[in-house]
Nanobody, 128 residues
């Protein structure tokens, strides 16, 4: 069973930065497509970004407008979300997710059902 653990969330002022890290307890981490999602109260969980097994191919949702960067280090079984210029509307619980299946299409990877394992989430709160 794969475990994913997020860290790095917290309270930050608008315009500040946070670096979220997800660690996978799985030696075949490099076989997985990884993603970050977020969920605000009263809203559905939404895709932020996903990254291919090698890290060469990435996708970003439009709402982040170039402020966030996803990356991975397969030697350390980690995937990182670097968040810059944070806004109050970025306040949410942030989740990492992994897909240990056949390679998914870009469209399919936008959906939460594409992923096999999830972390418990880390809270990000951005004050105005």
């Amino acid at each position: 069973q794969v475990q994913l653990v997020e860290s790095g969330g917290g309270l930050v002022q608008a315009g500040g930065s946070l670096r979220l890290t997800c660690v996978a307890s799985e030696r075949t981490f490099s076989s997985a497509t990884m993603a970050w999602f977020r969920q605000s109260p009263g809203k559905e969980r939404e895709i932020i970004a996903h990254i291919s097994r090698s890290g060469a191919v990435t996708y970003y949702a439009d709402f982040m407008k170039g402020r966030f960067t996803i990356s991975r280090n397969n030697a350390k079984n980690t995937v990182v979300l670097q968040m810059l210029s944070l806004k109050p509307e970025d306040t949410a619980v942030y989740y990492c997710a992994g897909r240990w299946r056949l390679r998914g299409s870009s469209e399919a990877l936008l959906n939460i059902n594409a992923y096999d394992y999830w972390g418990q989430g880390t809270q990000v709160t951005v004050s105005s």
